[in-house]
């Protein structure tokens, strides 16, 4: 007699079979195939509880059935006949098998996320020293490798045989390890078999070797030996207690994914991005004591998101470290759809590095630097209160953002956060509101063209003549807009610069010297300094030991006041950013300024009463603009 849950349960069986029936139909006959064995006893339920007879003869036709349609090839047919087990089975000893199953469904149907999870999970299930380890074990370990997930790969296919060496998983791993970081190989090593614990440390010592610790190098190198070694991992121990390592010189490889044969414009910025790269392997990719030159592969990605997509693909197959390129918005965008977790990729020119796509950068992104140095100079200035003029674009909210942040952080007020839209010509309204709150500062973190438009009005609408100190972004400081604009509307303005105020950097200077000497011609533009920059920064993750691509990315997070051509350059926070300089503007010239040093309000006698022609008693003297501090103490404003 059943009992009341049996009852329960049996419509939902007898209805899963029914279906069963149907999907059968298409796959064979039903029933047990000859030579396989059917669940039993012994076999791990998926769930702990009791099963009817029925439910145990439904389970073992419904994975015998599945089983013929893996033998067949029908991926798809398996993995439906499977979908109900879970729900149906899951106390019935045998129904842990639908893992495995699924596992293998889903490594035909190119689902690796499937395979991995399936396999892994049925992993767990299994005893310890159970037959079948091994053989998931592969199929978990490979899906892990195909999807660009290495060193878990490593660790699955340790487990699958802990007790004596096998060649297979060896060949596997060997093939592998090479591309670990060492971290990752270290890590490996706390859990490794016996068996393995020789092959991984022959290649920390490598990854030792190559980083210049020849010490620890050999120290490994002697441990892999006693574990009797062979193959490559003998030919790397060896060869470091020889040091003879000519069979390992490392030949690392950047790729360029450039529109080379897209529209003449694009044409020209990929011909003189890669005029900057050739600076760079130049002056920083020639040979070292353990490897040889660095090598450029160049693709032509059309300048399209589908050209990106194959080009990526190509290099990948090259086994380049990292990416320079592409240079368009949408083109980054595809990039990070394509998958850099393990490849690093820098635009030169493209504003979007997308905010969740670990490894892709942008020379031209935002940059919180210029917005956090003005916020710091009005705090330290006593500049407690301030209100923030802004285009409505990607850019301007960002900075408007940065400068939020850290002026409030700081103890700092924001009064307003004023935006225009994009194209605007005419600004009284955001002035006068500015007017009507009276800030400390107004900020203004314009792009050029836009300042030549604003600057003239601030100065109409007697923004300066109030006792307003203006702030600026690094717009403000370009020269060209200096050279159009009047020094009435910027004198007084203190802005930032990713150039030092004294002149041209030293990492400026060493670029154009190389460059003139290199392509006997005069620097066109500032496009070759943005190629030279995404190809230094990647070389100097290759010179910082990386022999990887995720070495790569992860020597990249440590680089700090690299001296680019375009300015001191660190990465931060998945960003690239520029140090910035604090100057102040006077007569079309920037000069440098401290934090804390306020540009100086150039005054003139009160107006006398119309009425009387007398200056009353103690009238202030007016304020008509603002110019930078000289040396020597400031005018006192009273504040």
């Known amino acids: 007699m059943r009992s009341s849950d049996e009852n329960a349960r049996a419509p939902a069986v007898s209805g899963f079979l029914i279906s069963l029936t149907l999907l059968a139909l298409g796959c064979g006959t039903v029933g047990t195939p000859v030579g396989r064995t059917a669940p039993d006893a012994s076999d791990p339920a998926l769930e702990p509880g009791s099963a009817t007879p029925e439910q145990r003869d439904a389970l073992e036709r419904v994975l015998a059935q599945a089983e013929l349609a893996l033998d067949a090839g029908d991926f798809e047919a398996a993995r439906r006949l499977i979908v109900g087990v879970e729900t149906s089975f899951a106390t019935v000893p045998g129904s842990s098998q639908v893992f495995w199953l699924q596992a293998q469904a889903a490594r035909g149907l190119g689902d690796l996320e499937g395979a991995i999870n399936a396999a892994g999970r049925f992993r767990l299930l299994l005893p310890e020293g159970d037959s079948r380890l091994r053989e998931v074990a592969l199929l978990e370990g490979d899906a892990l490798a195909s999807a660009g997930r290495p060193a878990e790969a490593t660790g699955v296919w340790s487990l699958a045989s802990t007790a004596t060496a096998d060649d297979e998983i060896l060949t596997r791993i060997s093939e592998y390890a090479r591309d670990l970081s060492e971290?990752?190989?270290?890590?490996?090593?706390?859990?490794?078999?016996?068996?393995?614990?020789?092959?991984?440390?022959?290649?920390?010592?490598?990854?030792?070797?190559?980083?210049?610790?020849?010490?620890?190098?050999?120290?490994?190198?002697?441990?892999?030996?006693?574990?009797?070694?062979?193959?490559?991992?003998?030919?790397?121990?060896?060869?470091?207690?020889?040091?003879?390592?000519?069979?390992?010189?490392?030949?690392?490889?950047?790729?360029?994914?450039?529109?080379?044969?897209g529209s003449p414009r694009l044409r020209r910025i990929a011909e003189e991005i890669q005029d900057g790269i050739r600076i760079a392997l130049e002056r920083f990719g020639q040979a070292e004591a353990n490897r040889t030159e660095t090598e450029l592969v160049v693709l032509d990605n059309?300048?399209?998101?589908?050209?990106?997509?194959?080009?990526?693909?190509?290099?990948?197959?090259?086994?380049?470290?990292?990416?320079?390129?592409?240079?368009?918005?949408?083109?980054?965008?595809?990039?990070?759809?394509f998958g850099s977790d393990s490849l690093t990729v820098i635009s030169p020119t493209s504003p979007v590095a997308p905010a969740d796509a670990t490894g892709v950068y942008s020379l031209a992104g935002e940059?919180?630097?210029?917005?956090?140095?003005?916020?710091?100079?009005?705090?330290?200035?006593?500049l407690n209160s301030a209100v923030v003029v802004y285009p409505e674009t990607r850019a301007g909210i960002y900075e408007t953002r940065a400068f939020s942040e850290a002026f409030q952080s700081g103890g700092g007020l924001i009064l307003a956060e004023i935006g225009y839209t994009v194209g605007a010509?005419?600004?009284?309204?955001?002035?006068?509101?500015?007017?009507?709150?009276?800030?400390?500062?107004?900020?203004?973190?314009?792009?050029?063209?836009?300042?030549e438009l604003m600057a003239p009005q601030v100065t109409f609408f007697g923004i300066d003549s109030l006792d307003i100190r203006i702030l600026g972004t690094a717009g403000w400081s370009d020269e060209a807009m200096l050279t159009r604009t009047d020094s009435r509307h910027t004198n007084g303005v203190v802005a930032t610069s990713p150039r030092p105020p004294e002149g041209e950097s030293e990492g400026y200077r060493a670029f154009v010297a190389a460059y003139e000497a290199l392509h006997r011609r005069t620097l066109p533009?500032?496009?070759?300094?943005?190629?030279?920059?995404?190809?230094?920064?990647?070389?100097?993750?290759?010179?910082?030991?990386?022999?990887?691509?995720?070495?790569?990315s992860e020597r990249l997070r440590q680089i700090s006041n690299f001296p680019g051509a375009t300015g001191s350059l660190s990465v931060e926070d998945g960003r690239i950013l520029r140090e910035h300089f604090l100057v102040c503007l006077q007569d079309q010239r920037v000069q440098g300024v401290s934090e804390g040093q306020r540009s100086d309000p150039i005054l003139l006698p009160p107006l006398p009463d119309p009425e009387t022609d007398s200056i009353p008693a103690g009238a202030p003297d007016r304020i008509v603009g603002f110019s930078c501090p000289m040396v020597g103490p400031s005018v006192p404003l009273g504040r």
């Open 183 to 261: 971290e990752d190989l270290v890590r490996q090593l706390e859990t490794a078999p016996g068996w393995l614990s020789g092959p991984l440390s022959a290649e920390v010592a490598l990854k030792r070797y190559f980083a210049g610790d020849q010490r620890l190098a050999r120290e490994q190198a002697r441990t892999a030996l006693q574990g009797g070694v062979t193959g490559r991992a003998r030919r790397i121990a060896e060869g470091i207690l020889t040091a003879d390592m000519s069979e390992f010189l490392i030949v690392p490889r950047i790729g360029a994914v450039l529109p080379t044969s």
């Open 302 to 337: 059309d300048g399209d998101a589908q050209g990106v997509r194959e080009a990526l693909a190509a290099l990948d197959a090259e086994g380049v470290l990292g990416l320079i390129g592409p240079l368009q918005d949408l083109t980054v965008e595809e990039a990070a759809r």
């Open 367 to 382: 940059d919180p630097s210029a917005s956090r140095a003005l916020a710091r100079y009005a705090l330290a200035s006593e």
């Open 525 to 552: 533009s500032s496009v070759p300094g943005l190629g030279y920059d995404a190809a230094a920064l990647l070389l100097e993750g290759i010179r910082m030991g990386a022999r990887t691509p995720g070495e790569l």
């Open 425 to 451: 010509t005419f600004f009284e309204p955001q002035l006068r509101q500015v007017e009507s709150l009276m800030p400390h500062v107004l900020v203004l973190p314009l792009p050029a063209r836009d300042i």
